[in-house]
């Protein structure tokens, strides 16, 4: 197995808002035996300013690529607008001269060059393709099989699909897979692969609760007990923003929404606290009694 | 709504050609010449699905007329930046990538969704796009989390500079 050693990109999503997706990271990395690192000088991905101005997003993503450049190691993200961001930009400086002349031009301003020296991977791409599904597997103490799992996947990890790489993009397995392994039972529901409605620009409220209220009743209604997602984006979305859309909608889910992280914490062996499941807004009280009974 | 159909029957757009060269020019606008108006994009968008004035190939047809006011027009804000569209489009036009392209030139020309101004803002103060608020920072310590990045900020303000961030943060 490859060394497992990764420059830690957090984004700046986690750090506000998420931080229980960290803490469970954090937790299930040190049993996997992944070591992270962290990047004490990044900055934010990019992503956000790149509707406003792409130059800036690219200049900003290619700073934090030449700051894991120089500590010699592949980035972590645990988001997947990073993720895209940086895996975007790292591959566009790598393939086209031209873009990477003008961006190095820029970056001479503070220093810094691009040289293409590192890869950029999403955790689900770490735990899938550098550990591997049946090495996880025999990580997995306390098989989670009495659990339904609606995955919520988002959409930067695998579109724009010419970049992110992710096998058979019409219907992604990524996530699937990943819950599989902790022994839950897995719920395919109906727009599972479209967007959750996480837009800090959009100009319009209503729609991205709409496309959030489209996923969280789909998954219900599918018989999910929970959600899993693998970006603090659309766990904000789904979870934090759940109570907003119930009264919204005068409707009423209660549909506890997990990292990924947590989940396979779980089926590790460790425990709600240490994984943080305190921390989500929607209680998952019910699931966890479901998950003692197993 | 008889009025309002017969307005829009009679709305005169303006018609400028350079428009198309100018969306060439800007980085990720190049694909949209090889659109042929097939909708497959709008299909498939999920914010088309839930409104009206969304329509990613009315959009790109109107910048192909050359009809400026697409920057004017709120709609490219919609785009909530899923790339469905690329994912599904038969040209290989990349949709998101020149709605992004249409909104980077509504910012030169002053339009500049208040989100945008504070991410700006925000990094350029933080290193992040969301201001962390102090308890939140203080408290990664108990839960025994290292210290968030200590980005150095003159680098970013450099950037900045280079990369004429100053339109976003000053309209």
Redesign the interface.
Known sequence: MADLQYALF????I???E?SY??SA?KVANLLGIKLV???????CGL?????????A???AA?DLCLAEKMGLNIITLCNGCASALTKTNKKLKEDRELKKKVNE?LK??GMEFQGKIEVKHIAQVLTNDIGLDKLKSYVMRPLTNIIVAPYLG??VF???NYMDVKN?ESPSLLSDLVAVTGAQVVEYV?EF??C????????NK??L??AREKIRNAKSAGAQIMVTLCPACHQTLDGNQPLIERTFQESYGLPVLHYTQLLGLAMGLSPDQLALNELRVKPAKFLETLAKA | MAEAQSRATTHHYKIDPEFKHELMRVPGGETFKYCYQCGVCTATCPIARFTEVFRPNKIIHMAKLGIREVLEDDTVWLCVVCYSCREKCPQGVEVADVIRALKNMAVENGCVPAAFKEFADNILKTGLAYNVPESRIARRSTLGLPQLPKTNLEDLKKLAEVTHLRKVIEE
């Open positions: 957090l984004g700046c999503m750090p506000y808002r931080g960290e803490i954090r962290d990047m004490p000088d990044s900055n934010c956000p300013l790149d509707p406003a101005n792409h130059e800036m690219t200049a900003l700073r820029q301003a503070i959409c930067h579109r724009p699909s993009p727009d479209q967007c409605g996480a837009s800090e620009g959009s100009i319009d729609i991205p709409i496309l």
